[in-house]
């Protein structure tokens, strides 16, 4: 249905900043909320942010709230999250998904029906 590419992964120190960027391609006639997750090392992917379709309502992992900020820009199709005071427990590969429903977000993997490929973020000490 869509096609999602997720950019802006790499090396950082803690402390420092990424910007990710995630892409969106395909069928978008239906409104759809957009989110990332990410998954570490021997751990399950989590929730980590999600913003409704009109950019309103937006959600927040408790571990990222205050440093993490998810916008997005319909026109480009494309969902940001900046990520701000790194820390090494946020190394992951970070996923962008797309849900399909037209009004608030969700945390729940299950709503989302398009996924990324991820993104590797790592944070050294």
């Known amino acids: 249905q869509v096609r999602l590419v997720e950019s802006g992964g790499g090396l950082v120190q803690a402390g420092g900043s990424l910007r990710l960027s995630c892409a969106a391609s395909?069928?978008?006639?239906?409104?759809?909320?957009m989110g990332w997750f990410r998954q570490a090392p021997g751990k399950e992917r989590e929730f980590v942010a999600g913003i409704a379709w009109g950019g309103g309502s937006t959600d927040y992992a408790d571990s990222v709230k205050g440093r993490f900020t998810i916008s997005r820009d319909n026109a480009k199709k494309t969902q940001y999250l900046q990520m701000n005071s790194l820390k090494p427990e946020d190394t992951a590969v970070y996923y962008c998904?797309?849900?399909?429903?037209?009004?608030?977000?969700?945390?729940?993997?299950?709503?989302?029906?398009?996924w990324g490929q991820g993104t590797q973020v790592t944070v050294s000490s």
């Open positions: 395909g069928r978008t006639f239906i409104n759809y909320a």
């Open positions: 998904a797309t849900a399909l429903r037209p009004f608030g977000t969700s945390r729940r993997e299950s709503d989302y029906n398009d």
